[in-house]
């Protein structure tokens, strides 16, 4: 299995950048998805999650950020708006297959990662 996210860069506070991550190797529609972003020397935290599979749970993201999926294309995107200094971090792409709710935001549920991508907000 492989998560090749891409799509980051720099960009001016205020800006857009949209995220890709494609995925092989697995039944793609079967697989919740998500997108965690880590900034330096802190914890990986939870940005956006969208459902697949058995527990398919409703889309979720965080403010200014929203989730879409692909399946035909085995893609999963994350789109950021109004990016400010504080997004700044690497950005990954996770997948793992839920059988409840709840599980969404923790590291733990996903069992593949992809490598990062890179986003750079500057003031």
């Known amino acids: 299995v492989q998560l090749q996210a891409s799509g980051g860069g720099l960009v001016q506070s205020g800006g857009f950048l949209r995220l890709s991550c494609i995925a092989s190797g697995l039944t793609f529609i079967e697989y919740d998805l998500a997108w965690f972003c880590q900034a330096a020397e802190k914890d990986r935290e939870f940005v956006a999650y969208?459902?697949?599979?058995?527990?398919s749970g409703d889309s979720v993201a965080k403010e200014r950020f929203s989730i879409s999926r692909d399946n035909a294309k085995n893609t999963v995107y994350l789109q950021m708006n109004s990016l400010k200094p504080e997004d700044t971090a690497v950005y990954y792409c996770?997948?793992?297959?839920?059988?409840?709710?709840?599980?969404?935001?923790?590291?733990?549920?996903?069992?593949?990662w992809g490598q990062g991508t890179l986003v750079t907000v500057s003031s």
């Open positions: 996770a997948a793992g297959i839920f059988q409840r709710a709840g599980l969404e935001p923790s590291t733990n549920s996903y069992s593949y």
């Open positions: 969208s459902g697949g599979g058995t527990y």
